[in-house]
Each structure stands twice: as structure tokens, then as C-alpha cells.
């Protein structure tokens, strides 16, 4: 808050265009500008997608990535998305937020919810989903749990920002339908829903323009369609020009970027209007009153890290994935008993990995060992072989995985830790493969020669394909990079005193080869060019008939679930369209368990290629044993509709939709079909039309008939295949009729059919 807590429009009135100009950029690498003769403080902001990371020391100019004060670990976001909890990532993001405060935080740089497009983005543990929908919701959790504690949310990265390599400069080339449907869709609905106090400007082009100079982006998708009237502030180093910046849309600069002198300059020679840079500074000050300059304040009540800490384990156990779990004698093999003959191998056992690496790297306040925690609850007589080393020779890999095989001889049962290492995924660089490290390879296929119950349990932050190693492997959980309290959270899965209810907010592919943005991925000479479309994720193995490893919403339980009497009342129509879904969900098992019901729709009859199935919708429940409950979700009209190419918005189109119920995206257990009203379109007619369009539209059939006489002679033409394809603007040509007539036709029928939708301005390209 302003320190004689004026009016912001007071501030501004009394301000220099010298000191507007500095209140758009940061002071340091994390401090907002103050201004003291005016009376306006300066405001924190650092990094916190898995927990507070405020740089320790003065923080200078320096990259950012010095050693940081201790704060709770939690579980990275692709552990968060796999919770498809709601509930959960608000609490965690709650939990963030009181650390901030405590240390004089305004704003923490989370989440991030950019799609997850390719598995090879080096940054993917930092993102939620490969989903558009889930993203949104969980991404908007995370922001009402950070800003319910008088924290600020910075949703990030905005964006289409899905590729490390070279970052800074790429431009992403995509049309406008795959942004609306696929890379906004979750902003949209965290920007509309949520008020995040800023928004984050991503580093990359979009079609040509950087994000930061796009005034499409931040201005007439941001702005003025979603309504949004916080501040956009700069990826550190995101802005190139600052004149242009704020001519766009971007409000605050950060780090600070040369001097202000460029800002000042063109505002008196007039290429910058003064009003542009007012708004920018508006919304700055409005910040610094929003966050009472929390920078000293000494209302904060001291971080609870061990609350924190519990938090953060509760959180790693609900978003491992079981992804296989297959029988043994004839029952699983998980959850073990405490007096089970145990060997562990593998040397992220004993030295865990359990976050990312790059500006999310948190210094935690403890970390709980999964060989501690396992030797805790099951004896400190567990018998452990590193099997392999973090970065050694494969000399040295060789004999460690020997001693591992013939130790695992005997019945016993397996558990095998095993994951990627730090070298292999971070921010700044992308991956160049699905695989674990060779030597870990080696290792699970033969131990699973020796026995017969080999648990493997993967510790990395993006997927990895399930090749041969786990062919001959019964079990399998995914327990990514779970936050410092992940040790312990693996041995209360192992022992099933938690369950994994986790669900894959991810396809797994068998093969790196079958991935959407295979070809594509992460581009050329400066370029990267989305020609998947709005197939991203399991949207592309559906239609391509390609069969996943793991499908996207997959995850195994303790338990078992029947989905049954599945209803759907549609009422409305177009933009007032609502389905209530109803399902009964019982729990067929013999323990407590978790479900997570999934809501697909298809679109049986759209003009444009769609999807075959999309999630709508989720809901988790949890049950004892034999337990049932009905289970309500309303669908709106987004879940019908699709960005019209042509008309350039959201349209819902009348026509018949299947709504389905499952346990993934190729696990459907209930389907109902339905049929939705809504608007009746048609192509505006122009003189590059067709002859069968022109055919089709009554209005364009009426003046064809007045101006070209016998309405038969021309049905009979436009029967005929070729011809109905050509333009009228060509067959008029040919047929020696003047442009000038056609275009008089057109001009009339674009009067006669209406407006075909809300007026438009150009697109991003």
C-alpha cells in the first residue's frame, strides 16, 4: 500500500514522466521500482511453482539462481496435476503462500500452466497437463489458494511457451483455432475465474510478434475479451524493446532492462502516448496498494514447516501414479506387508531426487530418505544395493549392478528405484529422448530375470517411455519429483497405509515416434511449427489409432470402482447450454479407495476436424468398501464448443454429442447421447465462394436465380462435382459476366444473410 495510502489516481496525477517511466520496471532482480518522494513503496516477487524460492541476500542483478532461504519442497506440478484434486493443490498453494508472507513476499511466480505438448520439454515437471481443461481448473486452485492468503498469483507462461530450445527467440507458428482450444484455454479460464494479480509474458514469438510486444495477446485477447485488469509483467529478461512493451500491452518489466530514458524519449517525441504509459503505472501502483508493500510487514504469523511438511507428503502419496500392479500368486504384489523379505536397489533410494532443476529449485527444509523411511517401518535390517551410480562410469555400474543381481536372489520382493537425473531435465534445455539412463535399464531387466516380484518406482519430472525394462515388471509407480517429503510418502504407498490415487495428466507413449509434435518438435531455424493442430495429447492417439502405453487419466488403486446408471439432461441451448451428468460410482473392492470419474465429449457432427473425445469434466470420490454414491457435473456451453475459424469466436452448433464416463480417455465405462441446439451458421457468401455454396444458402440461391436465370440448369452444374467447386468469381469469368457483378451479388447477399457473427479485428499472424 502506498505509505500515506492515497488514491492511485491521486499518485499517478503527482508523478514525473521520469518516474512513471521507472515504475514500470524492477528495481533489482526482484523488487518492484519505489518512488519515495511520492510515497510508493516496492513490493517482492520470486519464484514458487513447488514452493517459496526467495533469493538469500542482496539480490542484485545477478541471474536469480543464488542459494535460497529454506522453505517447503512440495511436489512438483506434474505430481500436482496427477492428483486431479482440486481441493489439494488450493491447500498446497495456501501452504506456499504463508511462507511467502512471512518472508515479506508480494508475489509468488506460479503457477505454471502451459500444455504440455511434447514429452521432451525440458520443463515439463513445471506444468500440469497435456489437457487443456485440467489445467485450468487446477491451475485456477493453485491461484485462489496462493491470493486467499493476500499472496499473488503470476500465472504463467503466456504464452505457447512449450520448448526450451532457444526459447528466447522461437517463434511459434500456430493458427488461431489450436491457441483458443489448446494454449489459452486454461488462462482463459484462471484469467476469468480467478483474478491472478499478474500474468506472465512469455519469452517466445507467436507468429512473428514476441509475446511482450503482442498486442493481439495482451491486449485484444487478454484485455479486451477476457476482461483482465491486473498487471502484465515480463519472464525475467522477456523484453526486448521496452517502448514497444508497453505499446502492447506489457505493463512491468522485469528484471530492470537498460534505463528508462528510451520510455521517457518516446513519450515527448510523441511515439509513445503518455496515456499508454498512465495505464501501465496504474496498474503498478494498484499492485503495490493490493499487496500492502508486503516487503517488511510483521503481520505474517511465523511458517509452520512442519505442518508444511505434512502437507507436502499427503500431497506426493496422492499424485503417484500406479501405473501397473499386476498379480503374483495369485494376489498384486502391492501393497506390501510390513514383514515382507525386502531388497532395495538403486541408488535414488538412498540419495533421492525430488524436484526440478532452474528457477523452481527450492532449498527444503528437511528431506525424507525412502531408504530411511522404508528401514523405519520395516526394520533397519532392509537389505539395500545401490545397483548404480549418479553420474559414474559404466565400469563402476557394471559391478554395482552384479552385486544387485545376485542379491536379489531368493524369494524376496524387489523395490527398484529408479529415474532421471538432474542433467537430464531442467529449464534452458529440452530432452532429447523417453529413456532412463542405460545403466538403470540394464539393471530392472535383469533383476526381473532372477525374480519374479520386482516393484520399480520412478522418480523424474517428465515421462518416461516403459520399453523392455518393464515388460517382465509387475509393478510400477510413478511417484515423479514428489517434494522433499516424497521419501516417506513412497513407504506409506509401498505398505498401503495411503493409496496411490493418482491419474496421469499425461499420455505415455511406447515410443518417442508416436508423439504428436514428433516431427515438429522443438522446431527449425528459429520456427516451431504446431502442425498437429489441436491434436495434442491423447487427442492425437485417438485419432491416429495409435495405442499409448498409459493412457492420459490412467492410475490404479488398491481398490476397485464400477461406474453405472449414467444420465445426462441437457437444457438451454448455444451460449445458454447446460447437461447435468449424473453416475453412480461404487466401490467394488475389499478397502477404502479413491476414484476419479472422468467426463468425455465427442462432437458426432462438427463442420471442422474435432477430437474424438475431450474432458469436460472430473470428480473424485472416495468409498469404503462396497460403499456407493451419485455423483452430479454440470457441463456449460464450452464443453460443446469450438473457435469457429472463420467467425473467429466460440460457437456452439447444433447437433447430437456422446457424453462418456470413465476411468481414462480409453477406459470409458458409460456413454449417452444427446442432442444440443444452438446457432444456425453459415459461411458469410463472398465472390470467392463456391457455386455449391452459393447453391446452399437460400439467400445466395435466390439472387443466383435472379441474376443468372434457370435455378435447375444451375443445380444440374452444381451436381457435377468439379463444378460445384469452382468459385462463382471464376465461373462468371469464364462465362464473360464483369467481377463488378459478382461483387454487387456478394455485396447484396452478405445483407441479406446478416451478420454472421461479432465483428472481428485481424488474427495474430
Known amino acids: 500500500m502506498t505509505e500515506d495510502d492515497r488514491p492511485v489516481e491521486d499518485v499517478l496525477a503527482h508523478l514525473t514522466v521520469e518516474q512513471k517511466a521507472a515504475l514500470t520496471s524492477g528495481s533489482d532482480f526482484w523488487h518492484t521500482q519505489p518512488i ?13 511453482p513447488t514452493g517459496l524460492r ?6 542484485g542483478l545477478s541471474l536469480g539462481l543464488a542459494e535460497s532461504v529454506p522453505a517447503t519442497c512440495f511436489p512438483v506440478a506434474a505430481s500436482l496435476g496427477s492428483t486431479w484434486d482440486v481441493d489439494l493443490v488450493q491447500r498446497v498453494a495456501a501452504a506456499i503462500a504463508r511462507e511467502a ?14 500444455i504440455k505438448r511434447s514429452p521432451l520439454c525440458g520443463r515439463n515437471f513445471e506444468y500440469l497437463s497435456e489437457d487443456p481443461y485440467l489445467s485450468g481448473e487446477l491451475g485456477l486452485a493453485f491461484v485462489r489458494g496462493l491470493q486467499s492468503e493476500g499472496v499473488g498469483a503470476s500465472v504463467k507462461h503466456f504464452a505457447a511457451n512449450n520448448a526450451e530450445t532457444d526459447r528466447m527467440r522461437v517463434s511459434v507458428d500456430v493458427d488461431e483455432r489450436t491457441l483458443h482450444e489448446i494454449y489459452l484455454a486454461a488462462f482463459e479460464r484462471v484469467v476469468t475465474a480467478g483474478d491472478p494479480w499478474t500474468v506472465m509474458a512469455s519469452y517466445n514469438r507467436i507468429n512473428g510478434t514476441y509475446a511482450t510486444e503482442n498486442a493481439w495477446l495482451l491486449r485484444e485477447v487478454l484485455r479486451d475479451t477476457w476482461g483482465y485488469d491486473g498487471v502484465v509483467v515480463s519472464d525475467w529478461g522477456a523484453v526486448h524493446d521496452r517502448v514497444a512493451a508497453l505499446r502492447a500491452g506489457t505493463d512491468l518489466t522485469m528484471p530492470p532492462f537498460g534505463d528508462d530514458a528510451a520510455v521517457v524519449d518516446a513519450v515527448r517525441d510523441g511515439t509513445l502516448d503518455e496515456s499508454v504509459l498512465d495505464e501501465a503505472v496504474r496498474r503498478v501502483l494498484a499492485l503495490v496498494d493490493r499487496a500492502g508493500a508486503a516487503d517488511g510487514r510483521d503481520d505474517a504469523d511465523p511458517p509452520d514447516h512442519a505442518a508444511a511438511h505434512t502437507l507436502a507428503r499427503e500431497a506426493a502419496a496422492a499424485g503417484a501414479v500406479l501405473l501397473k500392479n499386476e498379480r503374483v500368486g495369485g494376489v498384486p504384489v502391492l501393497p506390501l506387508a510390513e514383514s515382507a523379505p525386502v531388497l532395495v536397489v538403486g541408488e535414488l533410494a538412498r540419495t533421492p531426487r525430488f524436484q526440478g532443476a532452474g528457477s523452481s529449485q527450492v532449498t527444503p527444509t528437511r528431506v525424507d530418505v525412502p531408504l530411511d523411511a522404508l528401514r523405519e517401518a520395516m526394520g533397519e535390517g532392509l537389505a539395500f544395493e545401490p545397483g548404480y551410480t549418479l553420474g559414474g562410469t559404466p565400469d563402476q555400474d557394471r559391478g554395482l549392478r552384479a552385486a544387485a543381481v545376485e542379491a536379489a536372489q531368493g524369494d524376496r520382493t524387489i523395490v527398484c528405484f529408479l529415474g532421471l537425473p538432474d542433467s537430464d531435465e531442467s529449464e534452458g534445455y ?10 538403470q535399464m540394464e539393471l530392472v531387466q535383469e533383476l526381473a530375470v532372477v525374480s519374479t516380484r520386482v516393484v520399480v518406482v520412478l522418480a523424474n519430472g517428465g515421462i518416461v517411455a516403459p520399453v523392455a525394462w518393464s515388460r517382465d515388471v509387475p509393478v510400477v509407480l510413478e511417484m515423479w519429483l514428489g517434494g522433499q517429503a ?14 496411490p490415487t493418482g491419474r496421469l495428466a499425461e499420455t505415455i507413449p511406447f515410443r518417442l515416434e508416436d508423439t504428436p509434435a514428433y516431427l515438429d518438435f522443438p522446431g527449425h531455424l528459429g520456427h516451431s511449427r504446431y502442425g498437429e493442430g489441436v491434436f495434442v495429447g491423447y487427442r ?16 490404479l488403486g488398491y481398490t476397485t470402482f464400477a461406474q453405472s446408471d449414467l ?20 466401490n467394488t473392492g475389499s478397502r477404502r479407495g479413491t476414484e476419479v470419474v472422468q467426463v468425455y465429449v465427442s462432437d458426432l457432427s462438427a463442420p471442422v476436424a474435432r477430437p ?9 470420490v472416495t468409498l469404503d468398501a462396497g460403499a456407493s454414491e451419485r455423483i452430479d457435473l454440470e457441463l456449460g456451453p464450452r464443453a460443446f464448443a469450438y473457435w469457429h475459424p472463420v467467425l473467429r469466436r466460440w460457437v456452439v452448433e447444433p447437433g447430437t454429442f456422446t457424453v462418456s464416463i470413465g476411468a481414462s480417455s480409453a477406459d470409458l465405462r458409460r456413454s449417452v447421447t444427446v442432442t444440443v441446439g444452438g446457432e444456425e451458421l453459415r459461411r458469410p457468401l463472398a465472390a470467392d465462394s463456391t457455386l455449391a455454396e452459393w447453391s446452399a444458402d437460400p439467400a445466395g440461391a435466390r439472387l443466383l436465380t435472379r441474376a443468372f436465370g434457370d435455378a435447375a440448369a444451375r443445380s444440374a452444374v452444381a451436381e457435377q462435382p468439379m463444378a460445384a467447386q469452382i468459385p462463382l468469381s471464376v465461373l462468371a469469368g469464364l462465362a464473360g459476366i464483369p467481377r463488378s457483378t459478382v461483387d454487387a451479388l456478394a455485396e447484396e447477399a452478405a445483407s441479406q444473410q446478416g451478420p454472421p457473427g461479432d465483428a472481428v479485428s485481424p488474427g495474430p499472424h
Do not use: C, W
Open 430 to 439: 529440452d530432452r532429447t529422448n523417453l529413456d532412463l539412463p542405460p545403466g
Open 540 to 555: 492425437y492417439y485417438d485419432v491416429k489409432r495409435i495405442p499409448p502405453a498409459y493412457p492420459f487419466g490412467h492410475g
Open 101 to 114: 508472507r512471512a518472508e515479506g513476499v508480494s508475489v509468488v511466480l506460479a503457477p505454471g500452466i502451459n
Open 612 to 620: 474424438e473425445r475431450e474432458l469436460k469434466g472430473f470428480a473424485r
Open 54 to 59: 526467495k533469493q538469500a541476500g542482496d539480490p
Open 36 to 48: 519515495e518522494d511520492a510515497g510508493v513503496g516496492a513490493i517482492m516477487l520470486t519464484d514458487g
Open 486 to 499: 516424497a521419501g516417506s510418502a513412497v513407504a506409506d504407498l509401498l505398505l498401503g497405509r495411503s493409496e
Open 567 to 586: 444420465t445426462v439432461e441437457v437444457t438451454g441451448e448455444g451460449d445458454d447450454v447446460r447437461a447435468m451428468v449424473a453416475v453412480t460410482v461404487t
